[in-house]
């Protein structure tokens, strides 16, 4: 399974990037996979971002991502997307999108058993 994240850059503080993920390879079709994405700051272990459910009826964010980040995705184009705004020098990371056999909860709750995880995309927020 193929992960391509892209979308990453330089963005000052209070902007905004939308990052994609072009998911490819799997066994059965895109829509029977949660999606979601990670992040590793600098220093820092990697953490959940958010998820989103096989129908996209459900997402699940880590708290610094709500009301600022807003997961997305179209089954037809096996593509998920991370809508970022209002970023801070903070969110200064390798993103990294994942998607998983299981649930988007349990990507949330389970972040170091998500099957799949691609390359990553780097987002850097100036000050």
């Known amino acids: 399974v193929q992960l391509q994240a892209s979308g990453g850059g330089l963005v000052q503080a209070g902007g905004s990037l939308r990052l994609s993920c072009a998911v490819s390879?799997?066994?059965?079709?895109?829509?029977?996979?949660?999606a979601g994405w990670l992040r590793q700051a600098p220093g820092k272990e990697r953490e959940f971002v958010g998820s989103?459910?096989?129908?996209?009826?459900?997402?699940y964010y880590e708290d610094f991502a709500k009301g600022r980040f807003t997961i997305s995705r179209d089954n037809a184009k096996s593509t998920v997307y991370l809508q970022m705004n209002n970023l801070r020098p903070e969110d200064t990371a390798v993103y990294y999108c994942?998607?998983?056999?299981?649930?988007?909860?349990?990507?949330?709750?389970?972040?170091?058993?998500?099957?799949?995880r691609g390359k990553g995309t780097l987002v850097t927020v100036s000050s």
């Open positions: 989103i459910s096989r129908g996209a009826i459900q997402t």
């Open positions: 390879g799997t066994e059965r079709s895109f829509s029977v996979y949660a």
């Open positions: 994942a998607a998983d056999r299981g649930t988007a909860q349990d990507m949330k709750f389970n972040p170091e058993r998500i099957d799949y």
